[in-house]
């Protein structure tokens, strides 16, 4: 399953998994993901989910803006629909978001954490 994960200054605030067909984000009350942000639009952008037929690593995710003021950016870049890939960073008005697609991701990295002489410091060998 894939998610989009609220971040603030590098901490996770809130994950979002994207478990309908179609998702809108936006400043509406009725938002499927409400952003409580003046620098977004009523109806910002939708996030749509399609099934790929052909391919077994689950469906694609795309995002769409919905004509905002403010335009939806990802990866620092304004987009009009944008097919999702796992670690895109999306940011709508002062909100960011990393789009985490689980089927694509490789794994979770603190798995191969190894302790070092200093105490509390871990570290990883890639």
């Known amino acids: 399953m894939a998610m989009l994960v609220l971040t603030h200054e590098g901490l996770t605030i809130k994950r979002i998994p994207l ?3 179609e998702m809108r984000i936006g400043r509406k009350t009725d938002s ?3 952003i409580d942000d ?3 639009s009523q109806n910002h952008a939708k996030i749509e989910v399609i099934e790929n037929t052909e391919d077994s690593n689950g469906p694609d995710y795309f995002i769409e803006d919905l004509k905002s003021t403010n335009h939806t950016y990802i990866n620092g ?3 009009n629909r ?3 890939v796992h670690g ?3 940011r709508i008005g002062k909100h960011t978001f990393k789009f985490i697609d689980e089927s694509a ?3 979770d990295k603190t798995a191969k954490l190894k302790k070092s002489w200093i105490p509390g410091v871990y570290y990883t060998k890639d």
């Open 38 to 40: 003046m620098l977004a």
């Open 82 to 84: 944008k097919k999702l």
């Open 88 to 90: 895109d960073v999306i």
């Open 32 to 34: 499927d993901i409400f």
């Open 19 to 21: 478990d309908k067909a």
């Open 105 to 107: 991701d490789p794994g």
């Open 77 to 79: 870049a304004p987009i």
